[in-house]
C-alpha cells in the first residue's frame, strides 16, 4: 500500500493490489510515508498415502500452493517419546513427499503438517516394521477369520472374530475370485504394487484399471519361428549350407555315396549335397536349398542384403545384411550413393562391418587401425574376433559383397585379421577365410586384409 499527503482534499485509488491515496488538486507536501506490502497464498495439504507404510517408504502429500523454499516438516512422536522432524520436499505446486522415520514402532501415527511454527494440517498414518510378518488390518475385527492373526491400528497383535470354519468362505481359486479367503496360491493384492503402471491394459485388479502396455520387439530381437507381442521372429539361430547341384547332387542310397564330384539331373537335395558360399567362384552364394527332411526350411537359409535406402526398418524383409551406410552419421544414404562410407549390417548379430581397410597389414598395426577409425560417421571401431569373422562366413557375407564395399575378389583373395590369439602359441592370430569359412593362424608380424567392426 502505498500512502502520499497532498494539500486539499484526499482520494483513494486501488489498482491490483496496490491502494494510493491521490489528492485531486494542489501540490504534494514536502513529506510523504510509503508502505508496501505483498500477499502471500497460504499453503494447504488434503490428502495423505498411502496409509500404510514402513520406514524409509515414501509417503506423498496432496495439496496447493505448496512453495518449493517452503521448508515444510513431517513432525512425529516416536515410540520413546520423542519428537521427530522430517523434511518435506515440494515436487510441484501441488504435490510434495516425505521418508516414513525409524522408531515408530506399529500402529496409527499422528504427522503433524508444519511450517516454522505453524501447524498447517494433521493426518493420520499407521507405521509398519520390517520385521512384522501380519496383515496390518484397521477395520473390525469381525471381518477377519477367527484362526487369522493381524495388527490393528494401534499396533496390538489381534485375532479376528469371524467363523470361517463352517465353510461358508471358500480358499480363493481363481484369479478375481470374489467372496473367498486368500491362500498361499492365491495371495491378497499388495496395495504398494497395484497402480495402473504395473497392471495390463485391459486388465482391472482391485477396481484399478491397467495401463501397462508392451513395446513391440524388432523382428530380428526375436527367435525365428517365435510370435512374441503378436511380432513373428525372424532371428536365424542355425544357418546352414546351401546347394549347387551342378557341383554335387547325388540322389543313389545313402550306402552308395560316391566320394567323387557327382551332377544328377535332379531337384531333389540332399544334406551330403550342400557346399560352401565360394561357390566355385560363381557369383553369388549358391542357388539351391536342401529339400525333404523335417525342420530344414528357409528358416536355416542365411544371406540376401537389402541394399535401398529403407524406410519400414530392419523387419521389411528375411535378408540377413542390410546396407546401413549414411551420409554424416545421421542421415540414411546407401553404398552406390555414397561409397566412401559404405557400411553393411549383420541383423543377426547386430554388428556394422567397414570397407576393408587395409589390404596388408600386420596385427598390432590392424589393432590400431580399427581403434583409431572414423568412419560412417562412428568412432567405436575395432577389429573383429575369430569367432565374429567366422560368424559373418555362416551368415552368408559374401551375399553381401559389392563393389563399394568388399568384393567378392577380395572376399577369395586372402585371409582376414582377426583379434583373436592363438592359444597354443601367442605369436600367432587366427586367420578366417571369408570365400570358404576356413580359419587358420600364422604370426601376428605376417600381413593380411583388415576389415573392423562396431
Not at 69 to 87: Q, W
Not at 107 to 115: A, C, I, L, Q, R
Not at 347 to 373: M, N, P
Amino acid at each position: 500500500m502505498t500512502i502520499s499527503q497532498f494539500k486539499g482534499r484526499t482520494h483513494i485509488a486501488v489498482i491490483g493490489l496496490a491502494v494510493v491515496y491521490l489528492g485531486s488538486c494542489g501540490l504534494p507536501t514536502k513529506s510523504s510515508i510509503v508502505v508496501e506490502k505483498s500477499i502471500q497464498l497460504s499453503a494447504s495439504m488434503t490428502t495423505i498415502s498411502p496409509p500404510v507404510a514402513k520406514a524409509s517408504e515414501s509417503i506423498t502429500v496432496t495439496g496447493t500452493n505448496l512453495s518449493s523454499n517452503g521448508a515444510y516438516m513431517a513432525r512425529f512422536t516416536l515410540a520413546d517419546g520423542s519428537i521427530k522432524d522430517v523434511p518435506v520436499s515440494v515436487i510441484d505446486s501441488t504435490k510434495a513427499s516425505f521418508l516414513m522415520p525409524e522408531g515408530l514402532g506399529l500402529g496409527e501415527k499422528s504427522v503433524e503438517m508444519v511450517k516454522g511454527t505453524r501447524t498447517i494440517t494433521t493426518f493420520s498414518v499407521v507405521a509398519d516394521e520390517a520385521s512384522n510378518t501380519l496383515s496390518i488390518f484397521t477395520g473390525d475385527a469381525s471381518k477377519i477369520c477367527s484362526t487369522d492373526s493381524y495388527i490393528d491400528k494401534t499396533g496390538e497383535k489381534k485375532t479376528g472374530t469371524k467363523d470361517c470354519a463352517t465353510g461358508t468362505v471358500a480358499d480363493c481359486a481363481t484369479d478375481g475370485a470374489l467372496g473367498c479367503k486368500t491362500n498361499a496360491s492365491f495371495p491378497a493384492a499388495s496395495a504398494a504394487l497395484a497402480v495402473a503402471g504395473n497392471i495390463k491394459s485391459g486388465v482391472t485388479i482391485a477396481g484399478i484399471a491397467g495401463t501397462l502396455t508392451a513395446t513391440a520387439p524388432n523382428a530380428w530381437d526375436v527367435r525365428v519361428g517365435t510370435v512374441v507381442n503378436g511380432v513373428t521372429g525372424k532371428l536365424k539361430v542355425n544357418c546352414r549350407n546351401r546347394v549347387r547341384a551342378a557341383v554335387y547332387n547325388y540322389d543313389g542310397a545313402v550306402g552308395s555315396i560316391p566320394s567323387t564330384g557327382v551332377a544328377t539331373v535332379s531337384t531333389n537335395y540332399d544334406y551330403w549335397d550342400t557346399i560352401d558360399d565360394y561357390n566355385n567362384a560363381v557369383s553369388g552364394l549358391p542357388t539351391d536349398v536342401v529339400t525333404g527332411y523335417a525342420g530344414w526350411t528357409t528358416n536355416n537359409d542365411c544371406g540376401g542384403v537389402d541394399t535401398a535406402i529403407a524406410t519400414a526398418g530392419e523387419a521389411a524383409t528375411d535378408n540377413v545384411w542390410k546396407d546401413v551406410t549414411t551420409t554424416n552419421g545421421t542421415t540414411a544414404s546407401n553404398c552406390a550413393a555414397t561409397a566412401a562410407n559404405c557400411t553393411m549390417k549383420d541383423k543377426i548379430t547386430g554388428l556394422e562391418w567397414s570397407k576393408i581397410q587395409s589390404t596388408s597389414q600386420t596385427w598390432s598395426v590392424a589393432i590400431d587401425t580399427c581403434d583409431a577409425l572414423s568412419f560412417n560417421g562412428q568412432t567405436d571401431w575395432r577389429i573383429p574376433t575369430q569367432k565374429e569373422l567366422m560368424e559373418s562366413y555362416a551368415h552368408g557375407v559374401r551375399s553381401a559383397a559389392s563393389a563399394n564395399w568388399i568384393t567378392e575378389a577380395q572376399i577369395a583373395a586372402n585371409y582376414f585379421l582377426s583379434g583373436s590369439s592363438f592359444s597354443s602359441n601367442a605369436d600367432n592370430a587366427w586367420l578366417v577365410f571369408l570365400a570358404y569359412g576356413s580359419t587358420n593362424f600364422n604370426l601376428k608380424t605376417n600381413p593380411y586384409q583388415v576389415v573392423c567392426v562396431r
